[in-house]
């Protein structure tokens, strides 16, 4: 919608809004300041009829949204290798690695390391990334234990789709910890065909935790347009 240059699709919907006299707060939100230890940045509007005021919900910047306090050992997450299959509930499953994608995730550095510790290496670098050493750098990488992760995708459990490197294990993150990123909680069931599947749930969805301070300014919005009433 933002990027719609020609049909300029938000500018349309906004001038709808204001025929209907809605009142709304919109903007470019990151998650990582609304609970969600993950740098992902979302347009998001709340709109409504029935009152004079709505807001976007208001940013927190806790330093301790950060991967180190959501997944690891020290956080219930058995250490594992690429292509282990978790059959509970749990999901602690991983995708499995070609032998040259092993040996890329054991040439980089723990704790945020890129795939330029691999660049010289005749055998392990990718003819698409040649000269390239300025661009696409989170491909390939590991997570940073000490910042937030990066926006779950729906490819979020590959280790050549982004910087989905575990910090210190020689594998991209399980299932679990891409959900536990997202803020599900780690009793929470995903139901789907196959891993592909399940992560794409995952990676799509918007954290539970981003979603309930929504939740709360729309029903404080409500509650303010009863007591007008």
């Known amino acids: 919608m933002l990027n719609n240059k020609k049909g300029k ?6 001038r709808f809004l204001d025929s209907e006299s809605y009142v709304y707060d919109h903007g470019i939100i990151n998650s990582n300041h609304y609970g969600v230890p993950q740098n992902r940045k979302r347009y998001l509007l709340n709109a409504t009829c029935l009152s004079d005021i709505i807001q976007l919900p208001e940013a927190e ?12 050992v020290h956080n219930g997450f058995s250490s594992i290798e690429d292509g282990h299959k978790d059959k509970t ?6 995708a499995f690695l070609l032998d040259k994608n092993k040996k890329r995730i054991r040439k980089t550095p723990k704790d945020g390391g890129t795939r330029l510790s691999w660049k ?9 990334y040649r000269c390239k050493d300025t661009i696409f750098r989170d491909v390939y990488g590991r997570m940073f234990w000490n910042k937030p992760a990066p926006t779950i995708t729906t490819r979020f459990n590959s280790l050549s789709n982004g910087r989905f490197g575990h910090p210190e294990e020689p594998r991209a993150i ?3 910890e891409g959900a536990t990123l997202q803020t599900f909680s780690k009793t929470y069931v995903f139901k789907g065909s196959n891993e ?3 992560a794409k749930l995952i990676g799509n969805a918007v954290p539970p935790e981003l979603a309930k301070r929504i939740g709360i300014t729309i029903i404080r919005s ?8």
């Open 9 to 14: 699709v938000l500018d349309n919907f906004l």
């Open 61 to 72: 910047y806790d330093k301790s949204q950060t991967v180190r306090n959501y997944i690891g």
């Open 89 to 94: 509930d749990f999901m602690h499953t991983t």
């Open 120 to 128: 010289d290496d005749p055998g392990l670098q990718i003819d698409a």
């Open 174 to 176: 399980s299932l679990r």
């Open 196 to 198: 592909a599947a399940i």
């Open 222 to 229: 409500w509650e303010n347009a009863v007591i007008s009433s």
